[in-house]
Every structure is written in C-alpha cells, then in structure tokens.
C-alpha cells in the first residue's frame, strides 16, 4: 500500500496536480478581465512545487513499488520543467490578453502537462511511461488548439493529435513486446529477467526499435520529425516555446532512462540506429531551415537539428563511462537550448502583433537600433544557437562534441561541426534583418515576453563564464542515477 | 596594533574590486545614462574610478603591514588537459603601485574629462556622446586594472588587449573628424595595427612559454626559468625578445612607435591617461614583472637597454621640430618611455618605476594643461554665450599649432603656472620629480657603459630644450592669433586637477628621495635587489647642467622669435635641411609605407581579384547555393498532410527494422 | 487450447489493419479509428501475453485498464478537436488541413 513516503517523494508532482485542479476550480469565479490572477495563481504553484523540487535536491529512493524514482537526474529534469512552465505562463499572459484567448483552461493544462512531464523524467516502470507520455501529450494537443476557431491553430492541433496518438500507439505496441518478453513491466523487473536469460531476446529488441520511435516523435528527430514545423508554426507562440524546449527536454528524460536502464546490451546495435537519427536530424533540420521565412518554422527546424545534436553524444551509450558523460552533456545541453531558445521565442512573441501565425524573418528589420535590449537578446540568443564563445549554447555543444569523441564518433562529430556552419548562414540572416536592414518593428503592449527575453540572454551569457561548475553539477546529479 | 589587524589579510580579498567597480559604472552609465543629465554620468564614472583608487589605497595600507602580498583566485577560468588558468588577482608591491598610478592619476584625469568633454561634445558637435566616451573611459581603467592585478600571463593578455581596444575606440572616438573626415579613423586603425604587429609578438612569446614551462602562472613559470635557461637558453632568449616587441609595440618603442603620435586625434583627456600615463607603460610593467626571465638572458637585457636607449634620443630630436603641441608631447612620451624601457632592462627596475610613477604625473599635468590650452584657444566662451547645445560653427584655426599661440602666460595663468611645473620636471630640474627620477636613471646608466649613458644624456639634452621652445612658443612673447588674443582661462573643474596634480608633481620626488629610498625598499619585496640607482652627486650636477644648458638654449634660440605667424623657425635658419628633416619625422612613415604598406597592398590587388573574388567566391558562393537548392527541394517532403507524415513515420519504422535484420 | 502464437499472429494482423487504416483513410474520424485498432491490438497483445505466460501477477491486466482508460481521454480529445475544426471549415477530410507546409 501506498505510504506517505511515496507522496512525499512526488511532493512536487502532487503539489502541482492538486494546485492545476484548484485553479480549475477558482478559475469559475475569475472574471474574464481578470484573468491576471489566474496567471499569479498557476506561476504561485509552479513556484511552490520548484520549491518542493529544490527541497528534494540530492535525494533519492522509489515510492509506489517501484513506479517512480526520484535521483538526481530526476530532480534536475523537474526544476528545467517548472522553469520553462513559469516562462511559458509569463510569455503567455500578454500574448493571450493580446490575442483575446485569455481563457483559465490554459494555466490548468499547463500544469498538468508539466506534471506529466515531471513523472516522465522520474518514471520507473513502462506503464509510468506510458501515463505520463499520455498526460503531458493530451493537454498540448488542447493548447496547441487553443487558438481556435483560428484555422492554423486547429489544423496543428489536430495533425499533432492525430501523429501523436498515432506514434503513441506505436510506443504502446513496443511495450507490450517487451511485456511479452519479459513479464514484467518496472525497470528493476526487466532488467533482472533479461539479467536472468530469462527475457526473448527478439521480442525485446522489436520493443527497443518501437520504443526508439516513440521517444524519437516526441524529441522529434527525423524522419519522426513530421509534425514539428506545423504543429510549432500554428499553435500559440506562448506554446510552440514551451513545447520546443520542455516536451524535447521530457522525451529525453525517458529516452535516456529507458535506454540506459533497459538496453545497455543492445547498445552496440541501438548505436547504429542512433547515429542514423542524429546525423539525418541534423543534416535535414539545418538544411531545410535556410529556406524558411516564417520565425516559427526556422525555429522548429532548428530544434529538430538541436535533438540531432543531443542524441549524438548519446550513441555510444553502452560504454558506462560515455553514458555518464553522455548524460551530463545532454543536460547541460538542455539547460543552454532552454535559455537560448526561449530567449528566441521571447522577442519574437514581444513583436508579434494579434492574429499572427509568426513572424517573418523581414519583420525583424531595424530592432537593434530600435529596440537595443531586444535587439541585444536576439542577438545573444542567434549566437548561442550557432555556438559561439561567450554564450552557453558554445559550452553545450562543446561538452556534447567532447562526449562524441571521447565515444569516437569522429564522423557524427565533423556532420555535427559541418552542419553547425550551415547553421550561421540562416540564424545569422535573422541577425542581418535585425542590425543592418531598415525598418519599424514595434513592441507589443506588455513587457512580460521582453523581461523573459533579456533574463534568457542575460543566462547565456554570464552562465558562459562559469561553464564547469554547471557541468560538474549536472555529472554531480546524475551519479546516483538507478 | 590596531591598524594592522585591521589591514591585514581580509583586506587584500577586495582586490577584485579593482575591477568590479569600472564593471559597475560601465553598467550603469549603460542603462541608464540615456535618462541621465551629463553629470549625472560622469560622476558615476568618476566614483567608479575613485572606488578603484581607494581599494588600491586599502590594499597599499594591507601591504604595509604584510609586504609579502597575497593572490586571490576569484574563478577558475580553463580547466583542460595540462593548461589551468584561474581569474586570479595579485597583490604585491609592484602590482599595486601600478594600481595607485593607474586609478590615482586616473581619478583626476576623469575628474577634468567630466569638465573638458562637455565642451569637446558641443564642439565637435554630438553631445550624445558624452556618455559613450565614460563608458569607454571606465572600460580602460578596468582592462588596466585586470593587466596590472593578473597572476597569469593569460589574464595579463586579456587586459593587454583589452587597453588596445580602448585606446583604438578612444582614438577613433571622432571617427569622421580629421582631414577629409577619414584622418581620426585612420590614425586609430594605425594604433591597431601596429599594436597588432606587437600582441603577435607576445602572443608568441605566451605559447613558448607554456610549450616550455606548461604553465603561464607567474610564480610557476619564473621558478622553473632557470633550470629552462640551463637547459636551452635559445628558448628563453626568443621568448624574451618576442616579449619585447609587444613591448615596443605597447609602449611605442622604436621600431613600433609610429601609431603614437596619431594617436593625439583623440580626445585630450585619452591622450593624457591612455597615452602618456597609463596605458603606454604597459611594457614597462611587463619587463619589470618578468624580470627574472630577463635577468636570466644578457643579451636580451642589452637588446632592451639599446632599444630604449636609442627610441629616447630619436624620439626627442623629431619633438624638436613639431609644431603641435600635443605632437611634441607624444613624442616626449615616446622618449621618456625610452628612458623607462633603458632602465628595467639595465636591470634599474625600481629607477624605472620611479620614472613611470613620476611621468604619469608630469606628463598627466602637460597633457591636461595642453588640453586647457586647447579649449582656450577654441574660444570656448562664445559656446557659453550663444548656448549652442547641439552643435558649434568655430573659426578654422588650428587650436594645437604653437606657431598662433604666444603670450598666453597672462591670459591663461593658473594653466602657465603648471605648465612650468609640468615642463621644468620633465626638463629635469631639482628639486621636482623628475629631476630625481630621470637622475637615477642616468645613475644606473653610468654604471652600465659610458655609450648609453651619453645616448640618454643627450636625448635629456633635446627634452630640456624642446620644452623650453614650448614654453616659449606657448606662453611667452605676443600673441600671434586672433585666437590667443582671446583665450581666457577655464573653469574650475578643469583647473582642479590641474594644481592636484602640479602639487605631485612638484612632491613626487619624495617617494624615492635620495637618502630614504622608500620607493626601492618597498619594491624590493617583490622585485629582489636590482642595480640600485644610488644618488650619484657628480651624476646629478651633470644632468641638472645639461638640463639647464638646453633650456637657456631654446630660450637664446627663441626669445628672438618675434612671431610672426609666416617666419620661418628660427632653428630651420641654422640647421636647413636637418630640422626639415626632423619636422617630417625623419620620414619614417613614408619608409614604411613604401616597404611594407604599398608592396602588402600591391599583393592583396593581385590576390583580391583573380583569386578571392573568381575561384574562392566561386567555391563558396557554389556551396551556398546548392545547399539553398537543397533546402528548397526537402521543403516539399513536409507537405502539409497527415497522411505522408505518418508515411515517413512509417518509413522511418521500416528503416529502422530492416536495419536491425541486417545486423 | 488456442496456442499463443496464433493470438499474437491475430494481434499483429489487427495492428496492421489499424496502422493501414490510419495512413490510408482520408477521414480524420476513420484515421482515429484505425488508432484505436491499434491500441486493441496491443490489448490482446498484452492479454494474451499475461494470459500464457505471466498469470502469476497483476501488472498486466493493469496495464490493461490504463491503456482503455487513456484511449478514452485521448479519443474524447480527438473527438473535440474533430468537431471543433468541422464546425470552422465544414469538413473533416485531413487532406484538406494542409495550410501548414514546406
């Protein structure tokens, strides 16, 4: 039976379920031109329950038999979550009052999926997986609706949906193989039934592959990548930030848990797969970003580079010593593209007038001069994106290209490098808009998303100065991974 | 008792605010000086480098007690393989001298730039840029500071660059002033360059080291130094002599010191602290501080003597011959800087600081009075009459030409009276600063070979008499111009520190009076016991004769110079050709200009069109379009609909699969 | 007794069809069908694994449950989000979402 041990080991999960279904509730009585309080109220529970996280920074145990764990790299995981929730409800509180779509539903389901998101990084068991998978994934499909009956808002919402129950069933098919093959659906269960000889080595492997297409739609490396740009372009900007950074960030999280825990037999075989994935992702994401005019798209092809990038130093995961360093680098990767790209999509929403699908690229002509700070954010976050020294999103890849020597993936290492420089062409484009062409970009009312832009680029840069204390935090964190 | 518990240790952990305090007014003039009124900002930066002077004052008291000095690491910087390098600050003796003369003199200069700026803006006709020269102006003092305060020889390179860019931003600060509005622009990408030439050098010098000692810590590096000079001392000789021509490159020491004199296009006030007190002493501090690399390489240490040796004598006899007053000026700096480089490499470091010490003040003062002079003759009151905020039409007379100066003695007095002080000093007359400093020197240089000593005789010679004819050409006789007729003397922000500094200057020989040498005795902790320049009474009365035989010289030669804007100079009637020559620099940038400059450009002609502009262009304007192609043609794989993107999920499920029958 | 391997032969043949169903049909609503034939198919998957060789505990008819009960909450959104676009373009034909591309 359950103890009060196990809730408190989810404290922050429970705080956060509990606080998204009191504002539910509170929300009835909020009149609509004071749907200020909704948003203090949701940013107060995200608040608490990083709180509750940071208290239960450094523990570690397992609570409900095994359905969930809580490590270091769980708790880290759960702080970058709450962290990208409290940004998306402060880029979402102008944006939405701008676009008329201030309703409370949005907060709530922002909160659930952050809690989903939280469970997926901490899960222990392939049923856990599959809950919290499906937690953080039906809210989104609602907010990326959340424009409607705005028509590309509905249409992402419905080609999210529709790939995404899609791929989950797939997910599903790969854990009932594995299910099938060793009885047992918790991580400690498996691994000692495939530790016992006792597991079908086939069946197993059928699950890794369907379980490897699962994670890959939700971190969107292609060829799963299909729905990124869509979904990204049409939903509310507020949203396409939140999801471009926490539900990569959570589709890693089980990725790397399962992988790691599960399949560090099979590493020798998943490599191959995985080196096919990064390398195609970072080449397709890169290229296909040059032509894009559209804000929004440019940024979701260039986060579909990003996860190219992150699962490079992943390949060589069955090598332990790799895999620690592995994780460290993706986390800490994570982290730098969480400042970077919503420091991006900050200044982009602080421009972008109602009933927009993005901005283009041209839109962002003379903000330098006419927005110094904005234009300075913008700035900051291009050069980290391409990785440049002085900003952290340099560190994140050198860490990440570190790893992949060290796992000797030269050549995944020179794609990544090669496929970097294509990338200066099209984020320094948007530079050239913003510096040396002409033009009258104008804030929209509100300050919010511009507070968030500047803390973000003010986070890549002075973060840049004191990379290795950050890494050995995040190498500190994952050391009591189970 | 007290006092030292209280200044001991804890104190030397302020050191980083050496730094933070420039950081903090850089910041602050950034965000907020757009809202602020000018003085507003410019007391910020004055308290900013006030809090460095005062940290630099703790740390002077700390060291009283606890000469030994301490290092304080801050940050570990770069951590990989064997190279380890902290953000680490030091104090000892020497470092913390040179924080005093850097944020000390630098307190006043910003002090007088607060007042002279106001009307160099309106002047020059952008008052918006009064904010923007402060912040550059706190940007130096921190680069500086990080320079002098470093541990490392990597922490010394980001300050030593980081100077360089504010003494090019500061040069080019009236980037589209200047003859066919290009001049200013060219003469602070001059500086650049020819810094360029110089960091390579130690830059070289830096990889030598850590490719032969595995470190670039000071303390690491000099313990090991000697065992390296056993081992290969070719090593250390390269290493030293790449050193020096960063060196000559810094301190504009032959064959480097060409961009010196442009570099006057800036503002007065950057003249002064970048370009006569601080910054260009640069090299000087980096010989003293590696001096036990030097000590250990005589031929080396020869290099440097004749190098500074011969760069004081040529530079004073160009000085002889210009016409600006802030020309004469630069090269004066250029020469004392001679005299400095002469004496650390004669291994006279405490002479040489003392010298560095003393220069900072009196050039400091000339510098500033030169720059009240300036402002004089701009007729500065018609501004404060018409009130012109934005912009002002002046006369077009050239408010730095001597040759339109003249009688300014009672116009101007306050400015006449530190200017004698400023001039007589750096003449070398007792009982002022220089007189000692310049004395021991030349002391060091008697006992170093009779050669060197007469080179640094006669180029004290040559200062004695150029700043006569200054003084004379300035200040005495009737005025030549409209001009001069109307200067009157400035207002008080700008004379304050003017007489603050005339007072040092006057006072400054007592830090290292013969008999208490407290200067060497607190140098000493940190740099052990060089050749002691003792007071060499026979040493000092030559000196004191030479320099007053040179200006009695230029008085004889120009109290004549009645001064009519068109006569000739008197000295051009005696010498002809020679002063001609010496007016136009000896032509040393014409020569390098026809062999390096035009043969360099010529090659980049050739190199530009056929090569970078056909085949490299080519090669890469290609790529960029093929890859744009590409991205074009992939587009269409994301079509818009459902079903094909479930396909490609499909695909990608089917790819993976086979993959795994395969292996 | 039906042995095991004809089940998951079933089971896969069901996925199959479902997976077909859902890349093949125009409808949104029949696409959404075909995922839930998929998700029945990993049903019996599951049964018929638990059934045959794992009896002795729970989990799997857990996992069961979990999976009827996500099925639902994912088809009452789908559902929405279908008629939610019916009522704005008068259609549900998916080719037709196709504004976003390229």
């Known amino acids: 039976m359950p103890t009060?041990?196990?809730?408190?080991?989810?404290?922050?999960?429970?705080?956060?379920?509990?606080?998204?279904?009191?504002?539910?509730?509170?929300?009835?009585?909020?009149?609509?031109?004071?749907?200020?309080?909704?948003?203090?109220?949701?940013?107060?529970?995200?608040?608490?329950?990083?709180?509750?996280?940071?208290?239960?920074?450094?523990?570690?145990?397992?609570?409900f038999s095994n359905m969930v764990v809580l490590d270091g790299f769980s708790s880290v995981l759960s702080i970058l979550f709450l962290l990208s929730g409290l940004a998306a409800v402060a880029l979402a509180y102008d944006y939405l009052k701008r676009n008329a779509a201030q309703r409370g539903e949005y907060y709530t389901l922002l909160l659930f999926s952050i809690a989903g998101m939280m469970l997926m990084a901490s899960a222990n068991d392939l049923i856990m997986v599959f809950l919290s998978l499906e937690l953080l994934s039906i809210p989104l499909y609602i907010l990326a609706g959340f424009f409607r009956p705005r028509l590309a808002s509905e249409e992402a919402a419905l080609k999210y949906f529709l790939l995404g129950a899609f791929s989950s069933a797939i997910l599903l098919f790969g854990i009932a193989w594995i299910y099938g093959s060793t009885g047992h659906t918790d991580f400690p269960g498996i691994v000692a039934s495939i530790d016992g000889g006792r597991a079908n080595y086939l069946l197993l492997l059928i699950g890794a592959g369907l379980l490897l297409v699962g994670f890959g739609f939700k971190i969107g490396v292609f060829p799963f990548h299909m729905w990124v740009p869509d979904t990204y372009q049409g939903s509310p900007s507020s949203i396409g930030a939140f999801m471009t950074v926490a539900t990569k960030a959570a589709g890693f999280a089980a990725l790397l848990r399962v992988f790691l825990v599960l399949f560090p037999a099979e590493a020798p075989i998943m490599a191959g797969i995985l080196w096919g994935l990064s390398a195609a992702s970072m080449i397709f994401g890169n290229t296909v970003a040059i032509a894009q005019m559209n804000m929004k798209r440019l940024l979701a092809y260039s986060s579909i580079a990003n996860a190219g990038y992150i699962l490079m130093a992943f390949v060589p995961y069955g090598n332990p010593v790799i895999a620690q360093e592995a994780v460290s680098s993706a986390l800490f990767y994570l982290l730098a593209y969480a400042l970077t790209s919503f420091g991006a999509w900050a200044v982009m929403i602080a421009l972008e007038p109602a009933e927009s699908d993005g901005l283009l690229l041209q839109d962002f002509s003379g903000l330098g001069r006419k927005y110094?700070?904005?234009?300075?954010?913008?700035?900051?976050?291009?050069?980290?994106?391409?990785?440049?020294?002085?900003?952290?999103?340099?560190?994140?890849?050198?860490?990440?290209?570190?790893?992949?020597?060290?796992?000797?993936?030269?050549?995944?290492?020179?794609?990544?490098?090669?496929?970097?420089?294509?990338?200066?062409?099209?984020?320094?484009?948007?530079?050239?808009?913003?510096?040396?062409?002409?033009?009258?970009?104008?804030?929209?009312?509100?300050?919010?998303?511009?507070?968030?832009?500047?803390?973000?680029?003010?986070?890549?840069?002075?973060?840049?100065?004191?990379?290795?204390?950050?890494?050995?935090?995040?190498?500190?964190?994952?050391?009591?991974?189970? | 008792m007290f006092l030292s518990e209280i200044f001991s240790d804890p104190a030397f952990s302020l050191v980083p605010w050496v730094v933070f305090f420039p950081?903090?007014?850089?910041?602050?003039?950034?965000?907020?000086?757009?809202?602020w009124e000018e003085k507003l900002t410019a007391l910020t930066a004055c308290l900013a480098a006030g809090g460095s002077f005062v940290i630099s004052l703790l740390l002077m008291l700390a060291l009283t007690h606890h000469p030994e000095g301490a290092t304080i690491t801050l940050l570990e910087w770069i951590n990989t393989g064997s190279l380890q390098i902290n953000w680490a600050f030091r104090v000892d003796t020497l470092s913390v001298t040179m924080m005093l003369v850097v944020s000390g003199v630098g307190t006043l200069i910003h002090i007088y730039a607060a007042g002279y700026m106001h009307y160099d803006v309106r002047i020059n006709g952008d008052p918006s840029r009064y904010s923007r020269f402060f912040i550059f102006f706190n940007l130096f003092i921190l680069a500086m500071m990080l320079l002098v305060s470093a541990d490392n020889y990597l922490m010394l390179f980001v300050g030593w660059e980081g100077v360089g860019l504010c003494s090019y931003l500061l040069i080019g600060f009236w980037f589209e002033k200047g003859a066919d509005g290009i001049a200013n622009a060219r003469a602070a990408k001059k500086a650049f360059l020819v810094n360029r030439i110089g960091d390579v050098g130690l830059l070289i010098a830096l990889f030598l080291m850590f490719w032969n000692f595995g470190s670039l810590q000071f303390d690491t590096v000099f313990a090991r130094a000697p065992e390296v000079a056993a081992a290969t001392p070719a090593v250390l000789l390269a290493m030293t002599l790449f050193m020096?021509?960063?060196?000559a490159g810094k301190s504009a020491q032959l064959p480097l010191y060409v961009w010196l004199p442009d570099a006057m296009a800036g503002p007065t006030p950057v003249s002064a602290l970048i370009h006569a007190a601080t910054m260009v002493t640069a090299g000087v501090y980096l010989v003293a501080r590696s001096h036990t690399l030097y000590s250990l390489v005589p031929a080396a240490q020869t290099t440097v003597v004749w190098l500074g040796a011969l760069t004081a004598l040529f530079a004073a006899t160009i000085a002889v011959a210009q016409n600006d007053i802030k020309k004469v000026l630069a090269y004066s700096t250029i020469s004392q800087l001679g005299f400095m480089v002469a004496a650390v490499g004669m291994g006279a470091f405490t002479a040489g600081l003392f010298h560095l010490t003393t220069h900072a003040f009196f050039k400091a003062l000339l510098f500033l009075a030169a720059g009240s002079v300036i402002l004089g003759m701009e007729d500065v009151r018609k501004l404060d009459e018409t009130?012109?905020?934005?912009?002002?039409?002046?006369?077009?007379?050239?408010?730095?030409?001597?040759?339109?100066?003249?009688?300014?003695?009672r116009k101007m007095p306050v400015t006449f009276w530190v200017y004698l002080m400023g001039a007589l000093a750096l003449a070398g007359i007792a009982p002022l600063a220089g007189f000692f400093s310049k004395d021991e020197i030349l002391a060091a240089a008697s006992q170093n070979g009779l050669l060197v000593f007469l080179v640094l005789l006669a180029a004290a010679f040559l200062t004695a008499f150029y700043m006569g004819r200054q003084l004379w050409l300035v200040f005495f006789g009737k005025p030549r111009s409209e001009n001069a007729e109307n200067a009157r003397e400035n207002t008080a922000l700008i004379v304050l520190p003017l007489i603050l500094l005339a007072g040092l200057t006057v006072l400054g020989g007592l830090l290292n009076?013969?008999?208490?040498?407290?200067?060497?005795?607190?140098?000493?902790?940190?740099?052990?016991?060089?050749?002691?320049?003792?007071?060499?009474?026979?040493?000092?009365?030559?000196?004191?004769?030479?320099?007053?035989?040179?200006?009695?010289?230029?008085?004889?030669?120009?109290?004549?110079?009645?001064?009519?804007?068109?006569?000739?100079?008197?000295?051009?009637?005696?010498?002809?050709?020679v002063f001609i020559g010496a007016r136009n620099k000896w032509y040393v940038d014409e020569l390098y200009h026809a062999i390096i400059v035009r043969p360099l450009e010529g090659l980049s002609q050739q190199l530009a069109q056929p090569v970078d502009q056909g085949l490299i262009d080519g090669i890469a304007v290609g790529f960029g379009s093929l890859t744009k192609a590409i991205a074009q043609s992939w587009r269409s794989i994301e079509n818009g609909f459902v079903r094909s993107y479930a396909l490609a999920l499909l695909l990608g499920i089917v790819l993976i699969f086979s993959y795994l029958v395969i292996r | 007794m039906i042995p095991l391997s004809w089940i998951l032969a079933f089971s896969l043949a069901l996925f199959f069809i479902g997976l077909f169903g859902a890349i093949a049909r125009k409808n949104a609503i029949s696409i959404l069908m075909g995922i839930e034939l998929m998700l029945n198919a990993v049903n019996i998957n599951l049964l018929a694994f638990w059934r045959y060789l794992y009896s002795a505990h729970m989990n799997g008819l857990v996992f069961i449950a979990v999976v009827f009960a996500v099925a639902a909450a994912e088809t009452a959104v789908g559902l929405a989000l279908i008629i939610s676009a019916y009522r704005n373009r008068r259609t549900i034909t998916a080719g037709d979402f196709d504004s976003l591309k390229g």
């Not at chain 1, 608490?48 to 145990?61: V, Y």
């Not at chain 1, 995944?412 to 320094?428: D, Q």
């Not at chain 1, 913003?434 to 929209?444: C, H």
């Not at chain 2, 950081?23 to 809202?35: D, H, K, P, T, V």
């Open chain 1, 4 to 63: 009060v041990n196990d809730f408190l080991l989810i404290l922050p999960e429970v705080v956060l379920l509990i606080w998204a279904l009191l504002i539910l509730l509170i929300d009835l009585w909020i009149p609509d031109t004071k749907k200020y309080y909704t948003a203090v109220l949701s940013a107060a529970g995200l608040v608490i329950s990083a709180g509750c996280a940071f208290a239960l920074l450094g523990r570690t145990g397992s609570a």
């Open chain 1, 372 to 482: 110094p700070w904005l234009g300075a954010a913008l700035l900051i976050s291009m050069l980290s994106f391409i990785g440049v020294p002085l900003t952290m999103g340099f560190w994140g890849k050198f860490y990440l290209f570190k790893t992949a020597v060290d796992g000797s993936q030269i050549p995944l290492v020179l794609i990544g490098l090669l496929t970097s420089l294509v990338s200066a062409y099209y984020y320094l484009r948007i530079v050239m808009f913003a510096y040396f062409k002409p033009g009258e970009p104008q804030i929209q009312p509100g300050r919010w998303a511009s507070v968030v832009a500047v803390i973000c680029a003010a986070g890549i840069f002075v973060l840049s100065f004191i990379p290795t204390p950050v890494f050995q935090f995040a190498a500190q964190m994952i050391m009591g991974m189970k």
């Open chain 2, 23 to 35: 950081l903090a007014g850089i910041i602050l003039n950034l965000i907020f000086s757009r809202r």
């Open chain 2, 244 to 247: 020096l021509l960063g060196v």
């Open chain 2, 387 to 409: 009130n012109l905020s934005d912009s002002f039409h002046h006369s077009h007379v050239d408010p730095q030409d001597m040759t339109l100066m003249g009688g300014l003695r």
């Open chain 2, 513 to 577: 009076f013969p008999g208490s040498l407290a200067l060497e005795g607190w140098l000493e902790h940190t740099l052990g016991k060089g050749i002691n320049g003792e007071f060499n009474s026979m040493v000092a009365g030559i000196s004191l004769i030479v320099s007053i035989t040179g200006l009695v010289t230029a008085w004889f030669v120009y109290s004549r110079y009645s001064g009519e804007i068109k006569k000739l100079d008197p000295l051009e009637d005696m010498f002809g050709a």
